[in-house]
């Protein structure tokens, strides 16, 4: 395998319109098709998008946007679209502070934010843009802030400012702060109804959708007398679990926390692995929402890709606490004690969780008191709120973060793509790491792989 591409430069309901339709495996092999160009027998395709979270759904939307001729087909595993990472995230509209200068991570969250904003406006999805305050609150955590400031105003992030404390209360009454980075530009939205609409788009402009198809194979296309044709046409074969199956001459892979398998599948490396972390979130109580009217951050541990727990209104009106930042063993496990023999096993045996641990055990450790005891939690939250104790709090929802990791214990924190050799992995384009901000940067993700696709399978 040779990667294609690896920047390592250093992720409601309808405010207008209907659900896209989804299609369902009919009885047996047959699996019929939705979509304005293809008929309901069909089961061939020029490009398929394995993958139906809002970055493969914003990719088929491009790739059909710029090629109405082809035909385009996306597979989901799950019965609805956008159900993991996608419909288990905060919902906020990053603005591209945190990420290296000329990085991939900060040109796409800085373009993505514009677009996603220009596209709820068209698509009239509602969204708030209630801002965010990045919160200093000792006094060595200045020297920080004062950089991520820099980085953000190179990073060309619009409206950044730095306050004291006065203005801290003016934009925060309830917030306690030595002096923070006022983001005007941070919103919030329902990143799932904007993944439904990318494939009501998709399927408008007729583009197919199928749902309930979970790849167990990806393989070349025999010669034989029964499907010469096709096979000459479609070479390559995508079975699932439950004996149906497509074919189709070019893949793109959108795959999420099954990156590495599907890659695996189709004879590419399988690293960077996928390690499952859960971040459980609290709910803060409804009557005491009113402490908290924007997001709410802490300067974060460049060490780690992951931001601290924080304080992120909901467009519901809830109030969300967190995330910590906790293995799990189980790779779509939203429960504490959910565990997969499978998933655990890879994660012991193939990945480089070990040196991973052992870099890092204090961080661990102390992720796991924070997710067990709620006092903990409640504690660093009185750093910013003192008003917050724990019988304001409520345990709430929980997302799992794919993050990729390489053989030496190393946290891949930008944009991954790979392909392959031969004759199966030149037709393949493997989304291997799309990590946070991947929704906030899903539209400016799309664009670049459909120049990737483009130019690779030379359409």
């Known amino acids: 395998m040779v990667p294609l591409l690896r920047y390592l430069g250093g992720a409601c309901g309808w405010a207008r319109g209907s659900f896209p ?128 400031y820099e980085r953000g105003l190179q990073n060309g992030v619009q409206g950044l400012r730095l306050i004291q404390q006065e203005d801290i209360k003016k934009k925060e009454p309830y917030c306690r702060g030595l002096m923070a980075i006022d983001c005007p530009y941070t919103g919030i939205v329902d990143y799932r109804q904007v993944a439904l609409s990318f494939a009501q788009d998709f399927q408008e402009a007729g583009g197919s959708v199928l749902t309930n198809f979970e790849v167990k194979d990806i393989e070349m296309a025999r010669e034989s007398p029964s499907r010469s044709g096709d096979g000459m046409k479609y070479p390559i074969i995508i079975k699932n679990t439950k004996g149906g199956e497509i074919q189709c001459q070019y893949v793109v892979t959108c795959a999420g926390l099954h990156s590495d398998r599907i890659s695996e599948l189709s004879g590419c490396n399988p690293d960077p692995q996928i390690v499952p972390f859960r971040g459980d979130y609290l709910l803060l109580k409804p009557e005491k929402c009113y402490l908290i009217k924007g997001n709410i951050y802490p300067v974060p541990d460049s060490r780690f890709p992951f931001l601290g727990v924080h304080f992120t209104p909901r467009m519901d009106g809830n109030i969300w606490l967190g995330p910590n930042a906790v293995l799990a063993f189980k790779r779509e496990g939203y429960r504490p004690f959910d565990f997969s023999a499978r998933d655990a096993k890879d994660l012991i045996v193939n990945s480089g969780l070990i040196k991973l641990v052992s870099q890092n055990l204090s961080y661990g450790v102390n992720e796991m008191y924070k997710a067990c005891f709620l006092g903990a939690t409640v504690k660093h939250l009185q750093k910013f709120i003192p008003e917050i104790t724990i019988s304001d709090i409520l345990r ?64």
Request: aromatic share 6%.
């Open 21 to 148: 339709r989804v299609c369902r495996p009919a009885s047996g092999r047959s699996w019929p098709l939705c979509g304005g160009v293809r008929s309901a027998s069909s089961s061939s395709f020029d490009i398929v998008i394995v993958g139906g979270g809002i970055v493969g759904l914003a990719s088929a939307r491009a790739l059909i946007l710029r090629h109405p001729a082809l035909s385009i087909g996306v597979l989901e595993k799950e019965k609805d679209l956008a159900t993991h990472q996608t419909g288990h995230n905060s919902g906020v509209i990053h603005s591209g502070i945190y990420y290296k200068p000329e990085s991939l991570k900060a040109k796409l969250c800085v373009q993505g934010a514009d677009l996603i904003y220009e596209y709820c406006n068209q698509k009239g999805i509602s969204y708030k843009q209630c801002g965010k305050l990045i919160v200093a609150v000792e006094q060595e955590e200045i020297p920080r802030l004062r950089a991520l």
């Open 396 to 459: 709430g929802p929980a997302g799992v973060r794919a993050q990729a990791l390489d053989r030496d214990g190393n946290l891949v924190d930008d944009f991954v793509f790979d392909g392959g050799v031969g004759d199966i992995g030149s037709r393949i384009l493997h989304v291997r790491n799309a990590p946070s901000p991947a929704a906030t940067s899903s539209l400016a993700i799309s664009g670049m792989i459909a120049d990737e696709v483009q130019q690779r399978f030379e359409l």
